[in-house]
């Protein structure tokens, strides 16, 4: 079980967080931002490595391996880290034909 299931609760000043799906053109845009204390430069690297190391890693395999998994789909992950941190993930749509739809909106 996670730590979360088990119920673990922040400590220090409340966070807020917002969460967003967007669609523009072919990418659907799902957006978490937060009023924290920002993500460590550690983890938000971990959006530009396409490999970990043992000495070179994120804290946990999470945000490295949706950034994986969306790049192999041809869509991104961006990390914005002012005031708190905004996580967009950019997914490319199916098209009816099930293949991905082509654009640069995002």
Do not use: Q, Y
């Amino acid at each position: 079980r996670s730590s979360h299931s088990r119920g673990w609760r922040p400590t220090g000043p409340a966070t807020t967080a917002r969460v967003e799906l967007t669609r523009e053109g072919g990418m659907a845009t799902l957006t978490v931002a937060d009023d924290g204390p920002g993500l460590p430069e550690t983890e938000a690297a971990a959006v530009d490595r396409t490999t970990e190391s043992d000495l070179d890693h994120a804290s946990g395999i999470g945000l490295w391996f949706v950034t994986w998994v969306l790049v192999e789909l041809g869509g991104e992950v961006t990390v914005d880290g002012d005031d708190g941190t905004t996580v967009a993930l950019h997914v490319p749509l199916a098209t009816a034909d099930g293949s991905t739809a082509e654009t640069d909106d995002h």
